[in-house]
């Protein structure tokens, strides 16, 4: 029998401090949620490797890292409204519950939404909303949002999600070619947006009407 517990403080203390992540509600946050129940029971040996799996539908589970990564660019302190582009197996979404006050989450696929949902009800984060629909278009009804959060790389940034952005907010997104993108961070101002560069990083495509096409 694997001791999720013990890899999981492992994980966080040797792939993601380690690597620089400094903000300790990020650090605590990967520590409390369990990353082997948001992956198939064949690849938990693997939950806590710092590396993506695969979750169905040709989609992932992020590594470790770069969810920490992500998280920690938004500068969360617990008050703030998210929005995350990109559900997928719920695990993003709930680190973002657990460090922000409310996380409204939309996935492009039915059956990855729907088993999100299930999970995170289970798990107790009622602070999450989940919907079926295009996350390029945002949640305009929700709007505006403290931060906001893409998990998959889009070929330029969805100008709803800059418009639904607070000033003063933060998104981290994927933008590059369908194989390599960077991580950037827009802070929305009063006179448009400031953008910095957190490295090179590989995601699944961002599918809508603001990102790539459906193949």
Known sequence: MIDFSKTRLKMVDEQVAA???????????????????????ALQDQAYSDHPLPIGDKQTISQPYMVALMTE??????????????????????????????????????S?????????????????????????????????????MVTAGAPDIPQPLI?????????????????IQDLIRITKTEDGTKKEDFGGCRFVKLIGKHGWEAE
């Open 163 to 179: 418009d639904q952005l607070k000033v003063g907010g933060r998104m981290a997104i994927p933008v590059g070619d369908a194989n």
């Open 73 to 110: 660019a938004l500068a969360l302190t617990g008050k703030e409204k998210v929005l995350e582009i990109g559900t997928g197996s719920g695990y993003q979404t709930a680190i973002l519950a657990e460090c922000a006050a409310k996380v409204f989450s939309i996935e492009r696929i039915r």
């Open 112 to 148: 990855l939404a729907i088993r999100a949902r299930k999970l995170l009800l289970d798990l107790g984060y009622f602070n999450v909303e989940i919907k079926f629909s295009d996350g390029t278009v945002g949640w305009n009804d929700e709007s505006p949002f403290d931060a906001i």
């Open 19 to 41: 690597r620089g992540i400094q903000d300790q509600r990020v650090l605590a946050a990967m520590r409390k949620v369990p990353r082997h129940l948001f992956v198939e029971e």
